[in-house]
């Protein structure tokens, strides 16, 4: 594999370092260079496209990886008349002489430009993944999709981004309705993503909380009229009965349909999707306390069934004035049975000292409904518009556990324990956009929150309750918000500075005790350089600091059982953590090829931090280390001839804690290396093969050592002539190599674990688009109350 990898990497470089280049300059009629226009290098004899490209600050563009032969360079821009350019490449770099763009004498109708996004484009404060109509997609959850991005990393229900557990997920810029990943991105297909955004930085704009944001942009149209989608998936999971505890399928269902209606002034847009999957989880846990060893043997079944809806309409009543209203939410229920065999060994001799089986019966069920109410104001053409939100939104969580612990046959101890969990919470956000000229503007917002998070869990010992164990956990948070920021653009260089204050009162009280009562105030500022070296290359320096808040219910003080002998808990007392985020970008075509970041955190919570209480163990929250996270990364396209392109990746990750922790110094430093990649082979019109996967080393995740491991997934696409009906074969983890293994060993406590999880699976995925597909895309917008929900767990 390090051959292969070695060869790989040296034909990318030497892609780089020999590569025919064809480079030239736009003009407009007073010789003043031209921005934006687009600039397409196609083929003489047939005029087929051969690469696309749009001129920069001075005007400039280039093509590079170009074979010998005979190209024209055509210039399209909106209001002037096409020039073109004739020119020959033959081992050579070609200059073209400066092309000069003349205004059309009369109004232009519609210039459309048809050509191939790159699947990875470097903006100056994030990077975009460009999957719409990748063959991977089909039949995906919006998990398994973020599963095949550049540098993320799903673990034990986690996203992670280079090395860091703090993501934030957002939909079209509004954040996620769950911090519980495997609930949101399961429950989600994934046939209407168009893009991806990984901002590792944000700016002032958006809010504090939280690391890097990866950003799920919905696919879009264009024009009047009216349209819609409708798929249907199927999908088998694929592994041998018998093995892990398997004794039947699994399988799953996800039907979607959207819809979007616009005439005049009104739009009109709506969609649904259900999901169904049945899956399996199995999973080993070894733990030594003192002379003993106790082996947890864990089979669970899950059912899920989800519904997700969307509708809105927005009025535009004239030029400068548009109003929306939007209504969404969710129905989610899993049942899962969980056996969990646990025995006891003496160490020294091997025996088995006892043994008993531990039944839970899980039946969670959560519904969320939120509208939204949105005012934008333009005031001239010119860019500058004020945004009004509000938005109201509630979750209602329920969820039941019966735990039946058999010693033997005739000894049999049922514990129940059941949790109602209402959350609710209005927020008001105002934005003001004014640009100063075309090549500065500033912004400014308010944001002011409220939410009411009552938590209630009764323990039963068979039919009495347990007090001790049960809880009445209230919680209330105001959050107030002003940013401002400021964008500059001066010949090469752009900046992007801002500066944002947030205050947070927070109380809560558990039974009629107040456990919690906070008020502070916190600053976030964040810069963003970016320098245009030359043609083909830029680079960017950024910095941000940004805040994890706790979770409302990691600060519930409420105890949940996984079996008789472990447990979880929350914890009232937990700190918001600090982190102060540096990065350095190297661009090559707008393409990221080369980045260093580093980030540094204060009081990091560590979200499993492990005790022990004689033979029970337990995690809680707690804010225990100082986390340094060091990032190098390299990435390269994967092009070979003209049916095969894609790209290839490797980060080289230093993750570092240092914590004083029962009683010892905690300070661990592991550093792990990730391959990704995805190539696509095109061998006939209408056919696409697709195969990409991951593979990580040895890494260090808060007290845990997890070994390696990776994937490898193939998808196979059929688009019919009329380009509306696609059918899609995909095959997920075909190695079956995506299990997780780990190791936990500091102090008093040794645990290691084993998990493997339903990720082998079969899908075929039937879409059909109707109506007219040049449909005005629905206005996409964040929502008042987005950052608030991102802190619900609904799991």
Request: glycine share 8%; with cysteine.
């Amino acid at each position: 594999m390090k051959n292969g990898l070695a060869f790989v990497v040296s034909v990318c470089i030497c892609q780089l370092l020999h590569a025919q280049t064809i480079t030239g300059k736009i003009t407009d009629e007073k010789n003043k260079p031209v921005k934006g226009a687009v600039v397409l290098l196609r083929q003489q004899k047939d005029s087929a496209l051969v690469s696309s490209a749009l001129s920069t600050e001075n005007g400039s563009y280039s093509f590079a990886n170009i074979r010998n032969g005979n190209y024209y360079v055509l210039i399209e821009m909106l209001g002037y008349q096409k020039a073109n350019n004739k020119i020959s490449l033959a081992d050579n770099t070609v200059s073209v002489p400066d092309m000069k763009l003349v205004p059309q004498a009369f109004s232009l109708g519609e210039v459309t430009v048809t050509s191939t996004k790159p699947f990875l484009e470097q903006r100056a404060d994030k990077l975009v993944v460009n999957v719409e109509n990748s063959p991977t997609a089909a039949g995906s959850t919006a998990l398994e999709i973020l599963q095949k991005v550049p540098g993320v990393m799903v673990t034990n229900d986690q996203v992670k981004l280079a090395g860091k557990s703090d993501v934030n997920i957002m939909i079209d810029g509004k954040l996620s309705q769950y911090t519980d990943m495997s609930v949101l991105l399961s429950s989600m297909g994934a046939s209407n993503i168009e893009k991806i955004e990984l901002i590792t930085n944000p700016g002032a704009k958006y809010d504090a909380t939280g690391g890097a944001m990866i950003n799920i942009i919905l696919k879009k149209n264009a024009n009047l009229g009216t349209n819609g989608t409708a798929s249907l998936t199927l999908g088998t999971s694929l592994y041998k009965k018998g093995e892990f505890g398997i004794d039947k399928s699994y399988n799953r269902l996800i039907p979607s349909l959207s819809l979007n209606h616009r005439k005049g002034k009104i739009n009109v847009y709506g969609s649904v999707s259900y999901v169904y999957r049945n899956s399996f989880d199995y999973g080993e846990y070894d733990r030594i306390i003192g002379p003993n060893r106790f082996l947890q043997i864990n089979k669970e079944d899950n059912s899920r069934n989800s519904v997700n809806y969307r509708a809105g309409i927005d009025l535009y009543a004239d030029k400068k004035n548009t109003f929306g209203i939007l209504i969404r939410g969710s129905d989610f229920s899993r049942l899962s049975d969980a056996l969990n065999l646990t025995q006891q060994f003496n160490v020294a001799s091997g025996n088995v000292v006892s043994e008993f089986n531990t039944l839970n019966n899980k039946n969670n069920t959560n519904n969320n409904f939120a509208a939204d109410i949105n005012w934008k104001h333009t005031f001239d053409s010119t860019g500058r518009d004020l945004n009004i939100d509000f938005d109201y939104s509630r979750f209602g969580i329920r969820n039941a556990n019966d735990i039946v612990t058999q010693l033997s046959s005739s000894n049999t101890y049922l514990q129940n324990q059941f949790v109602n969990n209402p959350v609710r919470f209005g927020v008001l956000k105002i934005d003001y956009t004014n640009p100063i000229s075309k090549d500065a503007k500033f912004e400014l917002g308010i944001k002011s929150s409220f939410a009411t998070i009552d938590n209630y869990l009764t323990f039963k010992k068979g039919s009495v309750v347990d007090p001790s164990r049960s809880t009445d956990f209230e919680y209330s948070e105001n959050l107030n918000a002003v940013y401002g920021s400021f964008q500059q653009k001066i010949k090469k260089w752009e900046f992007i500075g801002g500066l944002r204050a947030e205050q947070t009162i927070a109380k809560g009280t558990n039974i009629g005790v107040r456990v919690l009562d906070r008020n502070y105030w916190q600053l976030f500022p964040s810069l963003f350089i970016t320098r245009q070296v030359s043609a083909d290359f830029s680079t960017g320096l950024q910095y941000s600091r940004r805040v994890r808040r706790p979770g409302y219910q990691q600060q519930n003080p409420f105890v949940q059982y996984i079996d008789s002998l472990t447990y979880t808990k929350g914890n009232p007392l937990i700190r918001p953590q600090v982190s102060d985020v540096f990065k350095w970008t190297l661009s090559y075509q707008n393409q990221p090829f080369v980045s260093i970041s580093y980030n540094k955190t204060k009081d990091i919570i560590f979200n499993d931090a492990p005790k022990q209480d004689g033979n029970l163990t337990y995690t809680t929250p707690e804010n225990l280390a100082a986390f340094d996270n060091l990032v190098f990364e390299v990435n390269f396209p994967l092009n070979f001839g003209k049916k095969i392109s894609g790209y290839g990746g490797n980060q080289l990750i230093l993750n570092h804690y240092k914590a004083d922790y029962l009683g010892g110094l905690y300070n661990r430093s592991v550093w792990n290396w990730q391959a990704y990649w995805q190539v696509a082979y095109k061998p006939a019109t209408g056919w696409n093969i697709e195969v990409s996967g991951f593979y990580t080393t040895k890494f260090l995740d808060e007290f845990i050592d997890v070994n390696e491991f990776g994937n490898i997934n193939l998808a196979i696409q059929r688009t019919f002539k009329d380009k509306k009906t696609r059918l899609t074969l995909n095959v997920n983890d075909v190695l079956f190599s995506q299990k997780m293994r780990g190791l936990i060993k500091y102090q008093d406590i040794n645990v290691g674990f084993r998990n493997i999880e339903d990720s082998r699976n079969l899908r075929l995925t039937l879409s059909y688009s109707f109506g007219n597909q040049k449909l005005k895309a629905v206005r996409n917008r964040s929502t008042g109350s987005d950052t608030e929900a991102g802190r619900v767990n609904t799991n």
